[in-house]
């Protein structure tokens, strides 16, 4: 007994029997249910409908931070000019209160 590996034309029919086949298989299906197509239909519809709600609501909390985010920045910055103008009037304050100080040591000395 020996054994005996396929040559090229064995190969070549084999393929050609398994496409042949596999094209019958395919030919003997029964034809799709239209009421499993339009079923099918729908819920795909129903899922593109349910995505779109998401993406919207997405864009919408998107939206929402990006105001809140302006809103903190903004706050921020009035607490920083307030901050600021707050030192200003303190140094005023503390340079008035100086310049009392050397006033009244300059009018004791005269």
Known sequence: MVFKLPDFADRQKAAAEARKAKLDKFKSAPPPDEDKLAER???????????????????????????????KEAEAV?????????????????????????AARKSKVR
């Open 41 to 71: 239909a729908r819920a795909a519809e129903k899922r593109a409908e349910r995505e779109e709600q998401r993406k919207v609501e997405r864009a919408e909390r998107a939206r929402q931070a990006e105001e809140a985010r302006i809103a």
């Open 78 to 102: 009035v607490k920083a000019e307030q901050s600021r103008l707050e030192a200003i009037a303190r140094e005023a304050a503390q340079k008035a209160a100086r310049d009392a100080r050397y």
